[in-house]
């Protein structure tokens, strides 16, 4: 079967699209959220941003979530997932709304970042439950292809969200385009929530096992039940390696991501030219979001050439190199094009470790495991904005810097490649 009746096969699938539905609605809706949360936070005039407020407001907004995260894998082993997508999406319109009241006020201080905080919490609680449900609508055959669509085409979704907010924001009043921008979200993640409510209840999981604790206890044993997992991880190396290499890469790509906002904020663009940088960073996330879209297509075909892991392998040396050339040019076209093969690389290697730890984790675990797959995301990239904050000049512009980027990315290929001849045999 080739690729093309692979993907139509995927598609014929009703609960798989009723799924997808879910979060390419959600995800679209975060782009359009994103957009009139960083114009008003990060892209007023008044505001020049530095590596160490982006560092600081990351940390803020993410780290809370790492402390939720081993309670979040007990309730998605638990909770009919179904029930988390529905009430998820509905839970966050709330805050939002509060949201849009507070950017209507002219308040940047700790209730809007207290606000942003909770609804991003329930956002990454979301996302980790679509995960943890991808298993239960398609089969384990069809996994490499599946984590190529939904992630892919919900970041797809996100940029689509971010392109529209990005037009709106030109052409709504100025007084009023961030408030409206925010408003417009809510309303999108109502929908979402309705969509979920078309599958079954009980069709996502997670499987009954009897001898699972109630959620109370759990939650009363929840380091217990942390460490459970971990131990299962510790069974399981090909997916404890596949998270080793996440954290390495959204490290190297946080910093990257830390160095993007400060070029364009304040190297490419003077003080006074707010709604250029906007448009340009806008441009920067929406030529990476084409790569995650050609990662999509390309890795499918790729893993029915070779492994998995060893593509991860490939496309870790994609980003050392794209990290020199074309990227230390420093221009706006040089970005763009390292922007793509940074999103080729990082969705492709997001697509393999997804489906290797999905393969390779039993699903009473699953959740659990999944959660932290997400704690890592958040940790890993506050670590790597702290860490900017330190080394990256107030404009972004570093020629040490990209080299140490592009060495750690060829040092996380090696590692890994290294660590993996036992396992391959």
Not at 67 to 83: A, E, I, K, T, Y
Not at 166 to 171: G, H, K, M, N
Not at 295 to 308: D, F, G, H, I, Q
Request: a positive charge; glycine letters at 8%.
């Amino acid at each position: 079967m080739g690729a093309g009746e692979d993907l139509r096969a995927l598609l014929r699938g009703r609960r798989f699209r009723q799924l997808l539905a879910v979060r390419l609605t959600g995800q679209a809706f975060d782009g359009v959220f994103q957009v009139g949360l960083a114009s008003y936070v990060l892209f007023t005039p008044q505001d020049k941003p530095t590596a160490s407020a982006i560092a600081a407001g990351l940390a803020a907004l993410l780290l809370p979530f790492s402390v939720l995260g081993p309670f979040v894998g007990v309730f998605l082993d638990r909770w009919r997932r179904r029930q988390v997508l529905v009430a998820s999406n509905l839970v966050r319109v709330a805050p939002v709304l509060l949201i849009a009241v507070i950017v209507a006020g002219g308040s940047k201080g700790v209730g809007l970042f207290t606000v942003v905080l909770l609804t991003l919490s329930v956002n990454r609680f979301l996302l980790a439950g679509l995960s943890a449900a991808l298993p239960h609508v398609v089969s384990r055959r069809s996994l490499t292809l599946a984590n190529s669509v939904t992630p892919t085409s919900g970041t797809l979704a996100f940029m689509v969200g971010l392109a529209a907010a990005s037009v709106a924001r030109t052409l709504l009043p100025a007084d009023d385009r961030d408030v409206l921008i925010v408003l417009a979200s809510a309303v999108g993640y109502l929908v979402a929530g309705l969509l979920a409510l078309r599958m079954p209840a009980d069709l996502l999981g997670p499987d009954v096992d009897p001898a699972r604790e109630r959620v109370r206890e759990a939650l009363g044993t929840v380091v217990a039940g942390l460490a459970a997992g971990l131990r299962h991880l510790r069974t399981r190396p090909t997916p404890a390696a596949a998270l080793g290499v996440i954290a390495a890469h959204r490290f190297l790509y946080g910093v990257t991501t830390v160095a993007t906002i400060l070029l364009y904020r304040n190297y490419f663009h003077d003080a006074s030219g707010t709604d250029a940088a906007v448009s340009g960073l806008a441009s920067a996330v929406l030529v990476s979001g084409l790569g995650f879209f050609a990662a999509a297509v390309v890795t499918p075909l790729a893993a029915a050439r070779m492994s998995l892991p060893r593509w991860m392998v490939v496309l870790l040396g994609l980003a050392a190199v794209v990290e020199i050339v074309p990227a230390a040019l420093f221009t706006e076209w040089a970005i763009l094009v390292a922007a793509f093969f940074l999103g080729v690389s990082a969705q492709g290697v997001k697509i393999c470790v997804d489906t290797l730890v999905q393969a390779g984790v039993d699903d009473v675990f699953r959740g659990r495991v999944f959660a932290l797959y997400d704690v890592i995301f958040n940790v890993v990239f506050v670590a790597a904005a702290g860490v900017g904050a330190f080394v990256i000049p107030p404009n972004g512009k570093s020629y040490a810097l990209l080299v140490c980027v592009s060495f750690g990315y060829a040092a996380t290929a090696v590692g890994y490649a290294v660590a993996r001849r036992p396992l391959a045999h």
